[in-house]
Nanobody, 127 residues
Framework: QVQLVESGGGSVQTGGSLRLSCAVS????????MAWFRQAPGKEREGVAG????????YYADNVKGRFTISQDIAKNTVYLEMNSLKAEDTAMYYC????????????????????WGQGTQVTVSS
């Protein structure tokens, strides 16, 4: 079992920045990929960014490339999502997820390939 706890959400103005954190505990050795997903009211959940647990390969959704950066601190068992140049359409509940599968990059943002999920942290971007 893997436990995930997100933090760092909040309200920010358009163009602002936030850094989300995901604290990982439990059977971290079985984790192959970590990712951030988000879900806005009335919309389907979408993948934002993923990172390979060993090696650091990253993958991003097109609509956040160049603005968001996913990273990990292995010593702290924490995954981060640095979000810059935030837009109103980035408003959503953001979830951290972990997968025990060996994924290839283009599948890193497929939500049904992830086994463990956090409770989410809300990000609200307003003008």
């Amino acid at each position: 079992q893997v436990q995930l706890v997100e933090s760092g959400g909040g309200s920010v103005q358009t163009g602002g920045s936030l850094r989300l954190s995901c604290a990982v505990s439990g059977d971290t050795y079985s984790t192959k990929w970590m990712a951030w997903f988000r879900q806005a009211p009335g919309k389907e959940r979408e993948g934002v960014a993923g990172i390979k647990a060993a090696g650091g390969t990253t993958y991003y959704a097109d609509n956040v490339k160049g603005r968001f950066t996913i990273s990990q601190d292995i010593a702290k068992n924490t995954v981060y999502l640095e979000m810059n140049s935030l837009k109103a359409e980035d408003t959503a509940m953001y979830y951290c997820a972990a997968s025990n599968r060996v994924l290839i990059s283009r599948t890193a943002l497929v939500d049904n390939l992830y086994h463990y999920w956090g409770q989410g942290t809300q990000v609200t971007v307003s003008s």
